[in-house]
């Protein structure tokens, strides 16, 4: 999350709209966004998980979610995926943010 808060100028340039959605309850999100200085919301998925079950990243036996970054275009699209340890990191999706804005920019 560190990453992404100190690359939201690179998001906002390219017109993008960030945030994080966690199956934590709202207090620990809102002490963890606290403690980073999150300038973007967090979003819980607490009670039903069904965000991180309809985006296929739900762990039932450990009632968790793995870390996956999405890049969902305007018309609500996956457009980018990526899992792991790179997740956290903004490379992929800064870049795939910058793709979309371009491809916004060049259609007629």
Known sequence: MKAYQAGMQKFQASGAKVFGISTDNIPSQRAFAQSLSLSFPLLSDFVNRKVSQE????????????????????DG????????????KILGAGDACDRLAHKKTASP
Not at 56 to 73: K, M, Q
Not at 77 to 88: L, S, Y
């Open 55 to 74: 985006y296929g990243v739900y762990i039932p036996t450990a009632a968790v979610a793995n870390r996956v970054t999405f890049v969902i275009d305007k």
């Open 77 to 88: 699209k996956i457009a980018f995926i990526e899992g792991g340890g790179d997740a956290m």
